[in-house]
Nanobody, 115 residues
Framework: VQLVESGGGLVQPGGSLRLSCAAS????????MSWVRQAPGKGLEWVSN????????YYADSVKGRFTISRDNAKNTVYLQMNSLKSEDTALYYCGTNLWGLGYWGQGTQVTVSS
């Protein structure tokens, strides 16, 4: 199982970024996918989930209305579109999935929101 996040960077408050997570080593199209984040000095925070077929999505209250999760099963990729970014969105963002009761996560991509 391999999950590789990309798309992070430095952005000003109010700006946008799109994170990508390329998956391999498992049946992506059958797997529920998640994004979580970890801000400096804080614990992991769940951000969003998406069903295997993309039919249902869920968001933390802190990002609802600003972030959109999506997936392309033909490309084995899940995305997180982040708009109206705030300083409190600064964190290391990870994508992950649960397979056979085990959690798998990528190495993360850093998002820094600062003027």
């Amino acid at each position: 199982v391999q999950l590789v996040e990309s798309g992070g960077g430095l952005v000003q408050p109010g700006g946008s970024l799109r994170l990508s997570c390329a998956a391999s080593g498992f049946t992506f199209s059958s797997s529920y996918m998640s994004w979580v984040r970890q801000a400096p000095g804080k614990g992991l925070e769940w951000v969003s989930n998406i069903y295997s077929d993309g039919s249902n999505t869920y968001y933390a209250d802190s990002v609802k209305g600003r972030f959109t999760i999506s997936r392309d099963n033909a490309k084995n990729t899940v995305y997180l579109q982040m708009n109206s970014l705030k300083s409190e969105d600064t964190a290391l963002y990870y994508c992950g999935t649960n397979l056979w009761g085990l959690g798998y996560w990528g190495q993360g991509t850093q998002v820094t929101v600062s003027s």
